[in-house]
């Protein structure tokens, strides 16, 4: 098959069709339901809080919680900064706080497609990239695609910086470093140090393509460093200057001690080297596991020039990655950034053997496409229906969530009913602390925590969790269940 022809969107009569079934695919398991769970416990429910009082205070610099500064979540602003627009725009609801995520995952897939299209007439490849990605648990569960945490935008913005700089590599056009460094800059601003973790692999890259040397005899390099560091300590200065210990929880909660865990503040879990492998291969990236090797064999030996340029350049970048998070503390979604990885260099090795066994052959475009179709669709089918499944699924495990469901329940169903408590929630309880704040500050509601010592003399309503009725009826009390459910109920006291 000619380089110069796209299989898929080179056919202009059903171009924008392709594009429009394409980008429908990839879009229904990232946004269908988005809304549908409430928040979940720590990372998500915590930023929503950040995002909620920096809407009320205006204050873009500091994040808060409970309109104190924040130094438990020390990470940059920018996915707190979208969220909050996301409330000015869609209300104070859970669409405000994923969609920042959803959209990141969504541009990431698209910014695929269109860059092997642009560069290589071969969207096939960001395509097949695009799916495997959209068909991977552990992107599309929690902490990813799917909430309201930083991984998703970062890992956005960690592609389009990888991309960026490998093209400035083949190219030496300074535009590429710019963008490079604008997309490092805007990593930094969602998830701190983490995108420095892609550097070893750049450097050693660059080495290995003798492309060193070059890079640092480039003003651009310097001039676009400067500006990275000028606006990245810029942040940092102003943040500790504004609120003074921020710069020390940096250091605990996203540097060394956190990554050696030896925080004097925090810990971490700390496992095994193959830690990653084994949530890879278990689930997170089950169905596409077993292809990573023979595919890193398949598109570092059958490639040719920029493309197996771009397979090492990957290659190595999966490699250090992993290794340098294996070495640290660990969290299940550390490796989240392997598997767009995987995913590209997956994708490139099933076009290359595509293009060995049917491009060969003396056919017509339309049968290729026919039996690419085909192919794609028995690839794809049991893993997409998987994950549209597990979309749609709203079943909940855990009653600590529960309460955003409770409150909308109540709101329907006892429009007039502004007042009543809850019982006892249960530890650091994080999306009863937005709801509440949602429903308090905004809603005209008065709703606040009761313990077990004020039981005694309350009169009114109450919200109960399920697991916590027993001790609740040791009071002998009389009441009145007003709503019902398998993870709490509301009653009256009287």
């Given at each position: 098959?000619?380089?110069?022809?796209?299989?898929?969107?080179?056919?202009?009569?059903y171009?924008?069709?392709?594009?429009?079934?394409?980008?429908?695919?990839?879009?229904?398991?990232?946004?269908?339901?988005?809304?549908?769970?409430?928040l979940?416990?720590?990372?998500?429910?915590?930023?929503?809080?950040?995002?909620?009082?920096?809407?009320?205070?205006?204050?873009?610099?500091?994040?808060?919680?409970?309109?104190?500064?924040?130094?438990?979540?020390?990470?940059?602003?920018?996915?707190?900064?979208?969220?909050?627009?996301?409330?000015?725009?869609?209300?104070?609801?859970?669409?405000?706080?994923?969609?920042p995520?959803?959209?990141?995952?969504?541009g990431m897939?698209?910014?695929?497609?269109f860059?092997?299209n642009?560069?290589?007439?071969?969207?096939?490849?960001?395509i097949?990239?695009?799916?495997?990605?959209?068909?991977s648990?552990?992107?599309?569960h929690?902490?990813?695609?799917r909430?309201g945490?930083?991984?998703?935008l970062?890992?956005?913005?960690?592609?389009?910086?990888l991309?960026?700089?490998?093209?400035?590599?083949e190219?030496s056009?300074?535009s590429?470093?710019?963008?490079?460094?604008?997309?490092?800059?805007?990593?930094?601003?969602t998830?701190?140090?983490?995108v420095?973790?892609?550097?070893?692999?750049?450097?050693?890259?660059s080495?290995y393509?003798?492309?060193t040397?070059?890079?640092?005899?480039?003003?651009?390099?310097?001039y676009?460093m400067?500006?990275?560091?000028?606006?990245?300590?810029?942040?940092?200065?102003?943040?500790?200057?504004?609120?003074?210990?921020?710069l020390?929880?940096?250091?605990?909660?996203?540097?060394f001690?956190?990554?050696?865990?030896?925080?004097d503040?925090y810990?971490?879990?700390?496992?095994?080297f193959?830690?990653y492998?084994?949530?890879?291969?278990?689930?997170?990236?089950?169905?596409?596991?077993?292809f990573?090797?023979?595919?890193?064999?398949i598109?570092?030996?059958?490639?040719q020039?920029t493309?197996r340029?771009?397979?090492?350049?990957?290659?190595?970048?999966?490699?250090?990655?992993?290794?340098?998070?294996?070495?640290?503390?660990s969290?299940?979604?550390?490796d989240?950034?392997?598997?767009?990885?995987?995913?590209?260099?997956?994708?490139?090795?099933?076009?290359?053997?595509f293009?060995?066994?049917?491009?060969?052959?003396?056919?017509?475009?339309i049968?290729?496409?026919?039996?690419f179709l085909?192919?794609?669709?028995?690839?794809?089918?049991?893993?997409?229906?998987?994950?549209?499944?597990?979309?749609?699924?709203?079943?909940?495990?855990?009653?600590q969530?529960?309460?955003?469901?409770?409150?909308?329940?109540i709101?329907?169903?006892?429009?007039?009913?502004?007042k009543?408590?809850?019982?006892?929630?249960?530890?650091?309880?994080?999306?009863l602390?937005?709801?509440?704040?949602?429903?308090?500050?905004?809603?005209?509601?008065?709703?606040?925590?009761?313990?077990?010592?004020?039981?005694?003399?309350?009169?009114?309503?109450?919200?109960?969790?399920?697991?916590?009725?027993?001790?609740?009826?040791?009071?002998?009390?009389?009441?009145?269940?007003?709503?019902?459910?398998?993870?709490?109920?509301?009653?009256?006291?009287?």
């Amino acid at each position: 098959m000619s380089a110069s022809k796209d299989l898929i969107l080179s056919s202009k009569p059903y171009k924008y069709i392709w594009i429009l079934l394409i980008g429908a695919c990839i879009a229904a398991p990232i946004f269908l339901h988005l809304d549908s769970k409430p928040l979940r416990e720590w990372d998500e429910a915590r930023n929503a809080i950040n995002a909620f009082e920096m809407s009320q205070t205006g204050n873009l610099l500091i994040k808060t919680y409970k309109y104190q500064a924040d130094l438990w979540e020390t990470k940059p602003p920018l996915l707190v900064w979208c969220q909050a627009i996301g409330f000015k725009v869609f209300g104070y609801n859970e669409l405000a706080v994923r969609l920042p995520s959803a959209l990141a995952t969504f541009g990431m897939c698209l910014f695929l497609i269109f860059w092997f299209n642009k560069h290589f007439k071969l969207s096939i490849i960001g395509i097949i990239a695009a799916f495997i990605v959209i068909t991977s648990w552990g992107y599309m569960h929690e902490h990813a695609a799917r909430t309201g945490d930083h991984d998703a935008l970062i890992i956005f913005f960690t592609i389009l910086a990888l991309f960026n700089i490998f093209q400035y590599f083949e190219t030496s056009k300074d535009s590429f470093l710019n963008n490079f460094f604008l997309f490092f800059t805007l990593a930094v601003f969602t998830k701190s140090i983490v995108v420095l973790l892609i550097l070893p692999g750049i450097f050693i890259y660059s080495i290995y393509n003798n492309l060193t040397i070059r890079t640092l005899k480039n003003p651009r390099f310097w001039y676009g460093m400067g500006i990275s560091f000028v606006v990245i300590l810029g942040f940092y200065i102003s943040r500790e200057i504004a609120e003074p210990g921020y710069l020390k929880a940096v250091w605990h909660n996203e540097l060394f001690p956190r990554y050696l865990n030896k925080s004097d503040r925090y810990q971490y879990s700390q496992t095994d080297f193959w830690f990653y492998c084994r949530e890879l291969k278990d689930w997170q990236f089950k169905y596409w596991f077993p292809f990573i090797f023979p595919s890193f064999v398949i598109v570092v030996t059958c490639y040719q020039k920029t493309l197996r340029h771009l397979a090492i350049f990957i290659s190595i970048q999966i490699i250090l990655f992993y290794t340098i998070i294996s070495n640290g503390s660990s969290n299940v979604w550390y490796d989240l950034l392997l598997i767009p990885l995987c995913a590209i260099i997956i994708a490139m090795a099933f076009y290359k053997l595509f293009e060995l066994i049917f491009l060969s052959l003396s056919m017509s475009r339309i049968k290729i496409a026919f039996i690419f179709l085909l192919l794609f669709s028995y690839l794809f089918y049991e893993p997409y229906q998987s994950i549209i499944k597990k979309t749609l699924d709203n079943d909940e495990t855990s009653a600590q969530v529960m309460y955003g469901y409770a409150f909308k329940r109540i709101e329907n169903s006892n429009p007039q009913l502004k007042k009543f408590s809850i019982y006892e929630p249960l530890g650091y309880n994080y999306p009863l602390v937005f709801y509440k704040n949602i429903y308090n500050q905004t809603k005209g509601y008065n709703i606040e925590n009761i313990d077990h010592a004020a039981l005694a003399d309350f009169k009114g309503y109450l919200l109960i969790l399920n697991e916590q009725l027993s001790k609740f009826e040791k009071c002998n009390l009389e009441y009145k269940i007003i709503l019902n459910d398998p993870f709490y109920t509301f009653i009256q006291l009287f």
